[in-house]
Nanobody, 116 residues
């Protein structure tokens, strides 16, 4: 079992910045993937950014150049969000998957609202 605890989020004006954090704990295997998804009202959940334990990243086209995913040595993943737009408004969810574990772990979700 893996537990995820998210923090960050909130209300920010267009053009502003926020940083989300997600700390993973529990039975963490060496090959894993941590990422962020988001779901806006009336829309499906979509991938925002993904980071593997080997360091490879993948970003949604809509956030490339504005968002950066990173990770520390304590199994915490961060999402630095700059130049935020109203269309970035959504609930953001942390996700964790790992090799040889069929489970798909999700954080509790954190609201990000971009509005003037």
């Amino acid at each position: 079992q893996v537990q995820l605890v998210e923090s960050g989020g909130g209300l920010v004006q267009p053009g502003g910045s926020l940083r989300l954090s997600c700390a993973a704990s529990g039975r963490i295997l060496s090959i894993n993937f941590m990422g962020w998804y988001r779901q806006a009202p009336g829309k499906e959940r979509e991938l925002v950014a993904l980071l593997s334990s080997s360091g490879s990243t993948n970003y949604a086209d809509s956030v490339k150049g504005r968002f950066t995913i990173s990770r520390d040595n304590e199994n915490t993943v961060y999402l630095q969000m700059n130049s935020l737009k109203p269309e970035d408004t959504a609930v953001y969810y942390c996700n964790f998957r790992q090799l040889r574990d069929p489970a798909d772990y999700w954080g509790q979700g954190t609201q990000v609202t971009v509005s003037s």
